[in-house]
């Protein structure tokens, strides 16, 4: 992929993400299944993440394209891929959210911390 495409920041706007994510009935993100997260609002080395209140995915993915310079595209993308949370196909279990990103979820053993 080309870095223009994957540094597009501004390939869809909060209301066009939670557009798309609303196409899927069972998407564990969209706002038509209640899906709502503190959106985070900064990070720092000593003091870890900040967060705001209570936003939709659109946002909260939306607001970390544009923190880490990334295409939404690729955030939802990746979301997909690793477990399924776009179309809520595999479930939406608290291991799913955590593990999408691969917070706390090692590739092998058994202990997780989330």
Excluded at 9 to 32: E, G, H, K, R
Aim: glycine share 14%; proline share 5%; net charge negative.
């Amino acid at each position: 992929m080309d870095d223009g495409v994957f540094n597009n920041t501004n390939s869809m706007n909060v209301a066009q993400i939670n557009s798309f994510l609303n196409q899927f009935p069972s998407s564990c993100i969209s706002i038509n299944n209640g899906f709502s997260a503190p959106d985070p609002t900064g990070y720092s080395p000593t003091t870890g993440f900040t967060y705001g209140g209570n936003v939709t995915a659109g946002q909260v993915i939306y607001d970390a394209a544009v923190a880490y310079g990334l295409n939404p595209q690729v955030l939802i993308t990746t979301l997909q891929k690793e477990q399924s949370l776009v179309t809520g196909s595999s479930g939406c279990s608290t291991i799913a959210y955590v593990g999408a990103v691969g917070y706390g979820c090692p590739d092998g053993g058994t202990t997780y911390s989330y």
